[in-house]
């Protein structure tokens, strides 16, 4: 139930109108990454990001795209070991990063946008600081809101993951 309830929110925020790059992909990744094992987290994000694909179409960098994806599932790893309000802004901050740095090194080195110079290089990841911005607001936005949610369902003793069996039971 929770890994539909993800993969729907993550497609969602891809395919419906956003500014560039301000998804809820990290944050379901992230997420997913503190609070399911490494292959639930990792299934969860690379559907999301194949069926969302599938909808707006293919491209040549996926592989920088999803790798991105897929270390933000590890940061999230990360996050859970003590998970606080300052570990994962840190973690959601690492993974925007990490994503900015690996899916521009792809843009600069794979593709005819840039000059294969030291300049070009510059002047690639430069040209990206808007993306980056939004990143990291869309990373924050829901990375905090996906912990803070499920903090607060926590503590009422009802947790988030396990509400429809509980109703049910």
């Given amino acids: ?16 109108p956003h500014a560039p790059n301000m998804t809820a992909v990290g944050g379901v990744a992230l997420f997913s ?6 292959k ?19 491209h040549s960098l ?5 790798g991105g994806m897929i270390l933000a599932v590890f ?12 570990r994962i802004i840190a973690g959601t ?20 946008l840039y000059a294969k110079t030291m300049n070009g290089f510059i002047t690639c990841y430069i040209m990206a600081l808007p993306f980056f911005r939004n990143s990291i607001t869309g990373d ?15 503590y009422y003793k009802f947790p988030l993951f396990h509400w429809p069996r509980k109703l049910f039971s």
């Fill in 33 to 38: 990454g503190a609070k399911f094992n490494t």
């Fill in 62 to 66: 996926m592989f920088a795209t999803y």
């Fill in 1 to 16: 139930m929770e890994t539909l309830l993800f993969i729907i929110l993550g497609v969602l925020s891809r395919i419906l």
């Fill in 140 to 154: 924050m936005l829901y990375s905090i809101s996906f912990f803070t949610i499920d903090a607060i369902f926590n």
């Fill in 93 to 112: 901050f690492l993974s925007s990063a990490i994503f900015f740095v690996i899916t521009n090194f792809a843009v600069w080195a794979a593709t005819p």
């Fill in 75 to 86: 940061v999230g790893k990360w996050i859970s070991q003590r998970a606080g309000a300052r």
């Fill in 40 to 58: 639930k987290a990792v299934t969860i994000t690379l559907l999301t990001m194949l069926i969302s694909d599938f909808i707006i179409g293919f």
